[in-house]
């Protein structure tokens, strides 16, 4: 088990961007690619993408107080081209974000107000930062830009720092134990490791080591078409299992699997991580969701806001719909919507509304008030015919 726990050798990658996990551990190299091989940080990195993106994005400006829905920009509806639909923009954006703490983008197109109006994405590993008497550069596949020209957005930034900190790189360890503890698998249950898969022997009389060879041949070839191996008498096979003790790299992913969901910041039992001594329970879908969402996305998606905000025109600015998010079970939202009606915080046509419902019709208000008769229970409806 020298290959999961001898000291490792630690190679520090270059210390300006591009800030890419480049660590050994163990045997392996962990690089931001190599990482993904990692279930716990794909599954991740994967989960917190998927929900960001697939919030709807609206444009909003304050009149009187109140927030007043407004029509999108182009930047909205297609930040990079095409091909690059909001959904597919943000996701691609927060799986770097994520990752390495950065993305990049090269502004390729103005708006009439000379914002944004198309941002290609760039691969992060073409894209060196320079910093020299406080003046950025960037240079993406050997070509350089100023400050203006690129769209730079970043996560879990120091005071002091041009870049964000890469939660992959702080989880260089974990990912390389997971690593190492797989690639030994591998090697033992595909190639036997270091023990051998079995054990043929003789009990009758010592076999010299060209006898031993011609033996195993006829043994493999026999049983590689899992045809019938017929010897002499005295003769004995058993398998070699894997020591209890040397089954310690199932243990390892196990704990690395932990060790990165917290890093990254998604809850163990959200990507099928077993939490282990722990039953927790929830009384529904909804609670559960916003608590991952106040606890773990909120503070990202803050941040997005802000920095998606500095594309539109003032005095407007980006919110992202968290009640995407918040689906609430049908139970849980008719009684919610129910008692949004009933202290007057909404209009049944507003409720109807957020189902794609339209306005009663006159039938409809008739039929009603033969349901619920002036006087009557809420939530309690009388025989019709009555």
């Not at 279930?39 to 007043?68: F, T």
């Not at 708006?111 to 760039?122: F, K, S």
């Not at 070839?221 to 191996?229: E, G, N, Q, Y």
């Not at 969701?289 to 803050?302: E, G, T």
């Amino acid at each position: 088990m020298s290959v999961l726990f001898r000291s490792p050798t630690i190679i520090e990658g270059p210390s300006r961007f591009p800030v890419r996990t480049n660590k050994t551990v163990g045997s392996t190299l962990v690089t931001d690619d190599s990482a993904l091989f990692h279930s716990a940080v794909w599954a991740s990195l994967r989960l917190r993408a998927d929900l960001i993106s697939a919030m709807p994005i609206d444009a909003y400006r304050k009149v009187n107080g109140i927030d007043i829905e407004v029509p999108k920009s182009p930047i909205l509806l297609n930040p990079g081209g095409d091909e690059w639909d909001t959904g597919t923009w943000l996701w691609a954006t927060q799986f770097d974000l994520d990752r390495v703490g950065n993305c990049f983008g090269i502004i390729t197109e103005k708006d009439g107000d000379g914002n944004p109006a198309v941002i290609q994405l760039a691969d992060h590993k073409n894209v060196a930062v320079n910093v020299r008497k406080d003046v950025v550069t960037y240079r993406i596949k050997n070509v350089a830009y100023d400050a203006a020209s690129i769209w730079h957005e970043r996560q879990y930034r120091l005071p002091g720092q041009v870049m964000g900190l890469s939660a992959l790189s702080l989880a260089a360890y974990s990912i390389g134990m997971y690593l190492s503890a797989q690639e030994f698998g591998i090697e033992w249950f595909n190639n036997g490791g270091t023990v051998p898969s079995g054990h043929l022997r003789n009990g009758a009389k010592k076999l010299d080591a060209g006898q031993a060879d011609q033996i195993k041949e006829q043994f493999k070839l026999a049983i590689s078409d899992r045809d019938v191996f017929v010897t002499g008498e005295d003769w004995t096979y058993s398998t070699i299992q894997v020591a209890a003790n040397e089954g310690q790299f199932l243990a390892s992913q196990d704990w690395s699997s932990g060790d990165v969901a917290r890093f990254i910041g998604v809850p163990g039992d959200l990507i099928d991580l077993a939490v282990k001594g722990s039953a927790v329970t929830y009384a529904n879908i909804t609670q559960r969701n916003l608590q991952f969402l106040i606890m773990n996305l909120w503070p990202a998606v803050r941040r997005r806001q802000t920095a998606l905000s500095r594309l539109v025109a003032d005095p407007r600015y980006v919110r992202f719909n968290t009640d995407a998010l918040l689906q609430m079970d049908p139970q849980t939202k008719s009684l919610v919507h129910g008692q949004q009606v009933r202290d007057r915080i909404r209009v049944a046509s507003e409720v109807r509304g957020n189902d794609n419902l339209e306005p009663y019709t006159d039938a409809q208000w008739a039929e009603m008030e033969r349901l619920f008769p002036k006087g009557s229970t809420p939530g309690k409806s009388t025989t019709i015919g009555d």
